[in-house]
């Protein structure tokens, strides 16, 4: 399976498996530990998980690093997954960009220092 991390695509935990080469309990137990995140989309309202999740280390993907400690602080704000996706893939003002691109672009601080003024 082919990931694009520039454009967002969407994958079924099983698909996000594969490309992660890793076993299906292991994206399940990503998503529990807040490693990775899902949204409920389509009529199905299956389990969704973007490939802005994801990206390219010395030719396998991965997931973002940067995003755990991110969904960590945006469930502490009380944040649900679905609510923690829109915020990441929101304009913000601050940041100029959506803070999942910024997260991409190693911009880490600015974006958990903003994702901590939530609970705020």
Do not use: C
């Not at 694009?4 to 969407?10: I, L």
């Not at 995140?37 to 389509?42: D, E, L, N, S, T």
């Not at 940041?95 to 958990?112: N, Q, S, T, Y």
């Amino acid at each position: 399976m082919r990931v694009t991390t520039t454009s967002e695509q969407w994958f079924s935990v099983p698909e996000a498996a594969e490309a992660l080469g890793v076993a299906q309990r292991d994206v399940r137990n990503m998503l529990a530990d807040q490693r990775l995140v899902a949204i409920r989309r389509g009529e199905s309202r299956a389990l969704s998980i973007s490939s802005l999740a994801f990206v390219e280390d010395q030719g396998r993907v991965v997931v973002l690093p940067s995003l755990r400690g991110t969904l960590t602080s945006l469930s502490d704000a009380g944040y649900d997954d679905e609510e923690s996706w829109r915020w990441l893939t929101a304009a913000n003002e601050e940041l100029g960009e959506r803070p999942i691109d910024a997260l991409r672009a190693g911009r880490v601080h600015v974006v958990r220092r903003i994702a901590a003024t939530l609970a705020f």
